[in-house]
């Protein structure tokens, strides 16, 4: 809901969407700064990540968790924690955890083990039958060069096993995976994935302004971004309606556009 009705700005879909989706990414976030956050941001955020492993070490997780379900969003534990338990050979012992936490979602990573990829996929499948999953591709280490081919077809792969939604790697730092360690796009890459696989299936990691501001200049105001900063969700809101200098052009009609020179 707007404060006030202002003319051509694009349309975004009400909860839930399917599409325009954001991703914050909580990194030990308090009760009182959650219930912070959830009185500003609440209406423009769909997806919580408890990022890496920080709900193994949290205080009164299970209470935040009610308090993110209850404001309409789906929660899950970094895709970091599903790869620590299952290089302990614990899958069972990751499924009993966050079902103990009452989450519904769960993310399928192999950014930081070596994983077959035929085993991921089975991960994925198995997991499908009780919990939204989404899965992750690309790798967090800096220097690990995919082909846009492989990109493709693991993601494919992917979604086919059963994910939901495939996750574009960037880290929390914005600088490996679908960006070069300047924090800019691999446009190529980019492109190619964009041609084959269907972009409501595919959530961006975009931590930064910058990144943010390109995706939705590429895809439009409703592409899905994630590991989107607690306090950087209204930003990501104002970039997405052009509200802010970066989208500022974007949906303005041309003959308005002509004002740029002389305002």
Known sequence: MNNINIPFLPAREAKPRKSGVTMMMDKGLSIRQAEDFLSASADFTDIIKLGF???????????????????????????????????????????????????????????????????????????????????EVGSKEAGILISPSKWISMMKAELDAGSQMVIAEARESGNVGIYRPNGTAHVLLVNRIMA???????????????????????????????????????????????????????????DLKKLKQVV
């Open 53 to 135: 492993g920080t709900s193994v070490i949290t205080p009164n997780l299970k209470q935040k968790i009610k308090l993110y379900k209850d404001a309409g969003m789906r929660v899950y534990v970094g895709g970091t924690l599903f790869e620590a338990f299952v290089a302990r050979n614990m899958f069972k012992e990751y499924i009993d955890y966050i079902e103990d936490l009452g989450l519904d979602m769960a993310e399928v990573s192999d950014g930081s083990i070596i994983l077959d990829h035929k085993k991921k996929c089975e991960y994925i499948s198995k997991l499908a039958k009780k919990f939204h999953v989404v899965s």
């Open 196 to 254: 084959k696989i269907p972009s409501e299936k595919i959530l961006w990691e975009a931590p930064i302004k910058s990144q943010q501001a390109w995706f939705i200049k590429l895809i439009g105001a409703n592409v899905n971004l994630g590991n989107i900063a607690h306090d950087d969700v209204i930003p990501l809101e104002t970039l997405r309606l052009g509200l802010r200098g970066d989208t500022f052009f974007q949906h303005l009609p041309e």
